[in-house]
């Protein structure tokens, strides 16, 4: 066998294709090797989650776990039935790292640190023989006619392979994309996921750090209920990025410029909110109503910009409050309209949308229906999630699908 030719070669060190080459390698696979084009593998994994890597999440049922997924959820089940959160976590323990769950359901290593995560991936790599190499740039790739395939560098040097696991990461570089279409398969067009919203509304001015616990934000069809976070550019929380990974692709096509409705109660009807302000004014007509926030979770600097916002004086009392104050204050407390500008990437997740058509794969191996031994896994496909360590589970799921079937094809087929 000559020295250049591989049983499996990855392309990509991050997640995915690490976890699928120690999956192939701990099966018997030998002679791999994983191709990094950067100077640095697992770069991801190291600065996620504010550098603590949200591993998975604790969602242990395959049915609720493929509920985060705006693309790929129906092509998820399948995969997730063979190896899902609670065998990611099993795994991690298997190779010495414990995970600890947090109260919203992420998961992180109990070190509390992404290095432990990425010492155990290039540990588990090193220890089954697996090669790494970086600064290494794919040119090319096809198949050959007595099998397998051959992978061209950047430096002119070849390299054979009977196996190719695909892992690019996302498709935003032209590179990835165009080892994809050597590879023979379409692609939808990536755009961004996970991203909050630029706002210039003064209803936010100099709010920065304050939060909602719970509000109801809609947008091109859309609506999601969660936590929202005012910053100095606009909107963010678990309640934002929800909401763009879900519309990605509508907001693309509209370029970023879109209306953004906000009911920041959470989910109090407008009716539900007349009676409550009813109330206040019938119990404590003479206060001041830019004093006390009424509505639990909206302080009380936010509560009193909205008002300012519905007309309400500072100092005006509740039996000085007219119909269409009243009228106003509701708007802004259940539909309140912001108009967005722009987005920012999540610094925590960098996430696309788009990739691999699914349609085009074995989803129990990630093998191409088209060509034999060709696997994908990652990013690379079209496969998303929320945020949460959802995309990290994708990663792990399909890494791991594609890894052990090489090995299952190796041990059926051996090497002559």
Request: charged share 20%; net charge neutral.
């Amino acid at each position: 066998m000559s020295k250049d030719h591989h049983q499996l070669i990855v392309i990509g060190g991050g997640a995915a294709g690490f976890f699928g080459a120690i999956a192939a390698a701990e099966q018997g696979v030998e002679r791999v090797l994983i191709l990094e084009k950067s100077k640095e593998v697992l770069t991801k994994v190291r600065i996620s989650g504010g550098g603590r890597c949200n591993v998975t999440h604790d969602c242990l049922d395959p049915r609720e776990l493929v509920k985060s997924y705006p693309r790929g959820h129906r092509s998820l089940h399948g995969p997730f039935h063979r190896f899902h959160a609670a065998d990611t976590i099993a795994w991690f323990e298997d190779h010495g790292v414990t995970l600890k769950t947090e109260t919203d359901g992420r998961m992180f290593p109990s070190s509390n640190t992404s290095e432990t995560i990425v010492n155990c991936l290039t540990n588990a790599a090193r220890q089954s023989g697996i090669e790494v190499r970086t600064r290494c740039k794919v040119t090319g790739l096809k198949a050959l006619a007595e099998g397998g395939y051959e992978i061209l560098l950047d430096d002119g040097a070849s390299l054979t392979t009977r196996h190719v696991l695909i892992a690019t990461g996302g498709l935003r570089g032209a590179e990835a994309r165009e080892t994809v279409r050597d590879a023979g398969h379409e692609f939808s067009t990536p755009v961004p996921s996970l991203f909050t919203f630029h706002i210039d509304d003064a209803r936010l001015a100099d709010l920065q750090g304050v939060s909602v616990p719970s509000a109801t934000v809609s947008a091109m069809g859309q609506k999601m209920v969660g936590p929202v976070l005012i910053t100095h550019w606009g909107l963010s929380g678990p309640g934002i990025l929800r909401l763009s990974a879900w519309a990605a692709r509508e907001f693309a096509e509209c370029r970023y410029h879109f209306t953004l409705l906000v009911n920041w109660t959470g989910s109090l009807r407008s009716d539900e909110v007349e009676i409550i302000l009813a109330k206040e004014r019938k119990a404590n007509s003479t206060r001041s109503i830019r004093k006390r926030s009424l509505i639990e979770g909206i302080t009380i600097r936010f509560w009193g910009r909205l008002c300012e916002a519905a007309g309400i004086e500072d100092g005006q009392t509740w039996a000085n409050l007219t119909k269409q104050q009243t009228q106003n204050l509701i708007n802004q407390l259940c539909a309140a309209e912001f108009q967005v500008t722009g987005k920012s990437t999540n610094k925590d997740e960098f996430v696309t949308c788009g990739g691999v058509h699914l349609k085009d794969l074995n989803l129990k191996t990630m093998e191409s229906k088209a060509h034999p031994g060709l696997h994908f896994a990652g990013e690379v496909l079209d496969i998303d999630g929320i945020t949460g360590g959802f995309n990290f589970q994708a990663a792990w799921t399909t890494g791991y699908l594609a890894g052990s079937a090489i090995a299952e094809s190796e041990q059926a087929h051996p090497c002559p």
